[in-house]
């Protein structure tokens, strides 16, 4: 059994996940009215990529050295600050949004996460999951000619 936490076993995953997540036309688009956004669990920074391009404020989070290097090499976020998503290091009501996409299910205590989430945000929390797609589309997509 592996006994590495999410947090590590996404580290170690962390090149090949931005090669999958930054393949042209691979998200749809995010649209929101809000301004201040808090992109919980970043990861390579896709979803504050496509915030930024409609005009949001976008502050980055992710215990990942790895992929908050990858997000912020996107040019996306004001800020990118490595923090563990149930515990996070900011005042109540920090954000007038935090978005979750394709981060709760990884993460070590999603439970504290959401209450974490709920309490830095002023007007909403939401989160957009999508179950990941099989290793099998990593592999194509990146290792295979």
């Known amino acids: 059994m592996d006994e590495r936490s999410l947090a590590e076993k996404w580290e170690a995953q962390a090149s090949t ?59 996306a976020y004001h800020d990118i600050v490595l923090a563990d998503a149930a515990a996070l290091p900011f005042e109540d009501a920090s954000f007038d949004l935090v978005l979750a996409f394709m981060s709760l299910q990884d993460m070590d205590d999603a439970a504290g996460a959401v209450r974490e989430a709920a309490r830095v945000a002023g007007a909403a929390a939401i989160s957009a999951s999508v179950p990941a797609h099989a290793a099998t589309s990593l592999e194509r997509i990146c290792f295979l000619p």
Not at 19 to 29: A, F, I, K, L, V
Not at 32 to 48: I, K, P
């Open 17 to 75: 996940w931005a090669c999958w997540t930054r393949t042209p036309g691979h998200d749809h688009q995010f649209a929101y009215n809000w301004m201040a956004f808090l992109d919980l669990g970043c990861g390579e920074g896709r979803a504050g990529a496509a915030l930024k391009q409609r005009g949001h404020r976008v502050t980055g989070v992710d215990l990942s050295p790895s992929l908050a290097r990858l997000a912020e090499e996107t040019g």
